[in-house]
């Protein structure tokens, strides 16, 4: 499986609408944008064809709601690169079942 690249956009809305357009541009050519604003409404804009073309709008407009808004961004980074950045000792199940984050896997020569 090849990994799509990914464009992780925040603070869009706070200028004139470059965020939108810069975040069009990263999934015209095959990136998967992810959005963050405080501005649900400045979202409205670039959000459906983001979510057409497989990236996340996601408003963040309340700091409580920061881990609800950055868990769908975060389990798309995670799965991405886990699945394309890890040692064959670890078994499709380990990143599957998501238990917990791999920190070391030792070589079979017991070379950290």
């Known amino acids: 499986m090849t990994p799509s690249k990914i464009a992780v956009i925040a603070g869009v809305g706070t200028g004139g609408g470059i965020g939108g357009v810069v975040a069009q541009r990263f ?14 409404q400045v979202l409205q804009g670039p959000s459906d064809s983001i979510n ?3 990236g996340l709008v996601r408003p963040l407009q309340q700091p409580s709601s920061l881990p609800v808004v950055i868990l769908p961004v975060q389990r798309l980074l995670y799965s991405q690169s886990l699945h394309t950045h890890t040692p064959k000792s670890v078994k499709p199940s380990m990143i599957s079942e998501r238990n917990g984050l791999l920190i070391q896997s030792e070589s079979p020569c017991g070379m950290p």
């Open 52 to 54: 057409a073309a497989g």
């Open 27 to 40: 999934a015209n050519i095959g990136y998967t944008a992810a959005l963050l604003s405080r501005n649900a």
